[in-house]
């Protein structure tokens, strides 16, 4: 498979992925960097996944998917400043 | 050696291997160990101390970037305890540039450079047995350095007498190891993916990030994976529960960033032992 198609797939599968999560309750920026798949959940969405069981449930989801790793990306006050502008739903 | 390896074992099979270690190290009458003061090597050396006493074993200590500097104070500090001779060496994998370069195989450079010191200052010192921790559990992982060990002729009795982690755990509480609960150690290297590059400054940004979550009373297995301008923290499962309230993860992204990084993740499923080999595909012999 080429890296184009590659990256193809895993954006499809991001975006299906980020339904999948607002499904459950969680709505989240997604970035996909090969099989690692970034959330950035807001405030919200942080609170919800105290919860062991959503935990599961989004990195179950996230398996189903194609990711190997699921990760939340924790609110850095010092890059928030610079990343707010230009906020995307979807990046991969 | 043909050996049978059994995750959970009673008290008389653990007596039985014992029994059998100690036989195996007597018949060497004097050895020396690739001394990391982890969970292994640490019960091996103690094992080795009371079996052939003082002048029977020397315990020798690889100093390197790739590992943290508290890990090295830990390691005087058990063997000043159980009376374990030990002497320091230097190495100087980083400026491998086949280890730097980071290879899936990387792990041969670094045993390579510890074991081309070290065996040739075991013997130097009257001890021609050399020997390592690796356990009868590692036997079932990727690990590439085990054929610099092969190489140069060191043993590995825990693994050929399968002992498992487990085993090693139990005999070492039983023994009064401190050690015994210690969460594995591997070097600061493995939390970088295959490929990226190591270097100094990379491994003191993880040094500091994994101190800095230890301050704050972060205790289990812990790993601060490295992802260019991202950390992903991978913390025991049950660690990750009591931390995922909005003001812990808060402080937990201000220490990890205040150790160099402009991005801080938390890995949702927690820490796993190779963690980087799985998103790299690399699958255990």
Redesign the interface.
């Known amino acids: 498979m080429t890296d184009a198609k590659r990256g193809d797939r895993t954006a499809r599968n991001a975006r299906s992925l980020a339904e999948g999560l607002t499904e459950l309750g969680l709505v989240c920026v997604i970035e996909a960097?090969?099989?690692?798949v970034?959330?950035m959940p807001d405030?919200a969405s942080?609170?919800k996944?105290?919860d062991?069981s959503l935990?599961r449930a989004?990195?179950a989801l996230?398996k189903q998917h194609g990711f190997?790793?699921?990760?939340?990306?924790?609110?850095?006050d010092?890059?928030r400043a610079d990343t707010d502008a230009d906020a995307a739903i979807l990046r991969d | 050696m043909e050996t049978t390896t059994v995750a959970v074992e009673g008290a008389t099979d653990l007596e039985a291997r014992l029994r059998a270690l100690a036989d195996w190290l007597a018949e060497r009458e004097r050895v020396a160990i690739g001394f990391s003061g982890g969970v292994d090597s640490a019960f091996l050396a103690v094992v080795a101390r009371r079996t052939l006493g003082q002048q029977g074993v020397l315990a020798i200590i690889g100093r390197s970037a790739s590992y943290p500097a508290e890990q090295w104070a830990a390691a005087r500090r058990v063997a000043t305890e159980f009376d374990v001779p030990v002497l320091e060496l230097d190495t100087d994998e980083l400026n491998d540039p086949a280890y730097a370069a980071n290879p899936s195989n990387r792990c041969y450079f670094c045993k390579s450079e510890l074991w081309t010191r070290l065996v040739p200052a075991a013997r130097e010192s009257g001890f021609l047995t050399v020997l390592d921790g690796t356990n009868a559990d590692d036997l079932r992982d990727h690990r590439p350095g085990a054929r610099a060990a092969i190489e140069h002729g060191v043993a590995s009795p825990l693994a050929d007498l399968g002992f498992t982690k487990a085993a090693i755990r139990r005999a070492s509480r039983e023994l009064g190891l401190p050690t015994w609960q210690q969460p594995s150690s591997p070097c600061l290297s493995s939390r970088i993916p295959y490929g990226t590059g190591v270097t100094r400054e990379r491994l003191g940004q993880i040094e500091r990030a994994e101190a800095a979550l230890r301050s704050l009373g972060i205790e289990g297995d812990l790993r601060v994976r490295y992802?260019d301008e991202?950390a992903?923290v991978e913390l025991d499962p049950a660690t990750l529960?009591k931390w995922?309230?909005?003001e812990r993860?808060?402080v937990?992204?201000d220490a990890v960033?205040n150790a160099g990084f402009?991005?801080?993740?938390?890995?949702?499923?927690g820490f796993r032992s190779g963690?980087l080999n799985?998103?790299h595909g690399i699958t255990p012999p």
């Open positions: 960097r090969g099989t690692l970034l959330l405030a942080v609170e996944l105290a062991e935990r989004a990195l996230a190997t790793h699921a990760a939340i990306e924790l609110p850095n010092r890059r | 992802h991202l992903r529960s995922m309230q909005p993860l808060a937990v992204c960033a402009e991005r801080v993740a938390i890995d949702l499923r963690s799985v998103l």
